[in-house]
């Protein structure tokens, strides 16, 4: 998320979700990042993916392979308070299938602690870079390695909290993830 | 990479790289992040990594496990063609040690087609979140699965170019990877 302060930019890592044609973001009330944007500066969200490094027979044309999006626009508070603990559903749904119904409900001082935004995906770009090095007609003829090492986000071995409750299993949504 | 164009911010994602208490990224001269931000503006340049996530028994608690570094200042272009190869070798050689001097030498046209930045680390702050849930005192008797799901980034299988040479290894550089 990138914003300004004065006239110093800020990039601040945040997690976000997606609803149709808007995206939302949400965090702390506290967060300075949060009490800026709602003051209806612009933004740009942006979100990139690395899918791999691309090895070339010169420097030049080494590369990255990516999937980034970047939009861009005015954040927008949600004010009311069951539209607020319906996108925050959303977030923990979006990512955990039918875990919200399984938590400890929201209470009125966690829900006036957090702040959720959301923007509108009218003004947006992507760019992408796909599959192996394009090098010079002349340098295939030589004997350098190019490639691709190919990169990607993966769950690890799941963790569980040492003060769970004797006899709870790990529930689908997170053995979804593939990874026992 | 955070800048400002007009009163508009902008994040481009951008490949960067250490050299003692200096950041450094680059690019193509023509990039308008590039040109924009050798004007000497100021930039915020944040690097995050996602460790993992991180399942409470209430919504308010999760949380995300990360290293993120955001580091202020103001990128400084090197003119000199010699300091501007010898940052271009330790970039692709601090990725991939020893590959520099095997690739097709860099020529005079794509030095004036490459910009490269640096900036200072004098003004950086660091956020690091490590660990399972921290749940509220009473919520640990609930029987909610609770723990932490870790993401890394990691390579997959190497993609040789399809017109390598016939008898090129896949060198050690790439190798030290750890996927075959």
New interface residues.
């Given amino acids: ?4 302060i004065d ?7 945040t ?1 976000y979700w997606r609803e149709g044609e808007r995206i939302f973001w949400h965090g702390s009330s506290a967060s300075r990042m949060l009490r800026t944007v709602t003051k209806g500066i ?5 979100v ?1 993916h ?1 899918d ?2 691309v ?1 070339a ?4 044309h ?1 590369s ?1 392979n ?1 999937r ?1 999006v ?1 939009a ?1 626009g005015t954040a927008e508070k949600i004010e009311d308070d069951a539209q607020k603990l319906a996108a ?2 959303n977030f ?1 749904d979006g ?2 299938p039918g ?2 119904q ?5 209470n009125k001082q ?1 829900l006036k ?2 702040t959720v935004l959301s923007m509108p995906l009218d003004e947006v770009s992507a760019k992408i870079r796909v599959g ?2 394009i ?2 007609d002349e ?27 004797a006899g ?4 689908e949504h ?1 053995r979804k ?1 593939g990874v026992k």
Same sequence: chains 1, 2.
């Fill in positions: 998320m990138g914003y300004l006239d110093q930019p800020y990039v601040t890592p997690s612009k933004v740009c969200l942006t990139t690395v791999g490094l090895l027979r010169s420097g030049f080494h990255i990516y980034a970047m861009f925050l559903k923990v990512m955990f875990r919200w399984t938590l400890r409900p929201v966690e602690a957090t192996g090095p090098d010079d340098d295939y003829a030589l004997p350098i390695w190019a490639g691709v090492l190919p990169l990607a986000m993966t769950p690890g071995a799941i963790v569980p909290d040492a003060r769970n409750l709870l299993d790990v529930p997170v993830f």
